[in-house]
C-alpha cells in the first residue's frame, strides 16, 4: 500500500514539516516530513543564526495556546537561571541599584514573561509571530 506523502488536507498540516531548499542552480524544491520524524537538532544553528523571517517557521493552525505557554515556562526558567538581568522582548531590568538582581528576578521574571504570554495568546508580540502562518489549504502552505 502506497503511503500518503504529506499532508491529506488543512487539517493535517499540523503534522506535518515542510522542508523547503533552494539548489546549487537557484530551482527551489520542496518535500513533507511527518513532524515526528524531524530531527529540529541538524537545524538548530540555522535557526539561531538567522533572523525569524529567513530560520524555520512553524506553520499551523493550532496550538498557538500550547506554544505561548511553553514559551512562558522556558522564558521563565531562562530569566531565573541568568546572572544577569535578562531580556525579554524588547524590557530588561535596569533599576539594580534599588533591588539587585538577584532578588528582583524572582517577581520580574515571572511578571514580565506572563505578559509575553498573554500577548502572544492574543495572537501579538514575537512569541505568537514566531509560531504561526495560519494556512487554510496546502498549496499556499507551499506558496
Known amino acids: 500500500m502506497f503511503a500518503a506523502q504529506g499532508p491529506t488536507g488543512p487539517h493535517d498540516l499540523a503534522r506535518y514539516v515542510l522542508i523547503i531548499q533552494e539548489l546549487p542552480d537557484g530551482q527551489v524544491t520542496h518535500d513533507w516530513k511527518p513532524i515526528k520524524d524531524f530531527e529540529l537538532t541538524k537545524f538548530q544553528y540555522t535557526q539561531n ?38 531580556r525579554i522582548g ?26 509575553q504570554a498573554v500577548q502572544c495568546n492574543k495572537g501579538r508580540g514575537s512569541w505568537a509571530e514566531e509560531h504561526v502562518a495560519e494556512f487554510h489549504a496546502i498549496e499556499p502552505a507551499v506558496d
Open 49 to 86: 543564526a538567522m533572523s525569524t523571517s529567513r530560520g524555520i517557521v512553524r506553520a499551523c493552525s493550532t496550538g498557538l495556546k500550547e506554544y505561548c505557554e511553553g514559551r512562558r515556562r522556558q522564558c521563565e526558567q531562562d530569566c531565573l537561571a541568568s546572572r544577569g538581568p535578562f
Open 90 to 115: 524588547h524590557l530588561i531590568y535596569q533599576d539594580v541599584k534599588t533591588q539587585p538582581w538577584r532578588e528582583a528576578k524572582k517577581w520580574w521574571c515571572p511578571s514580565q514573561c506572563l505578559e
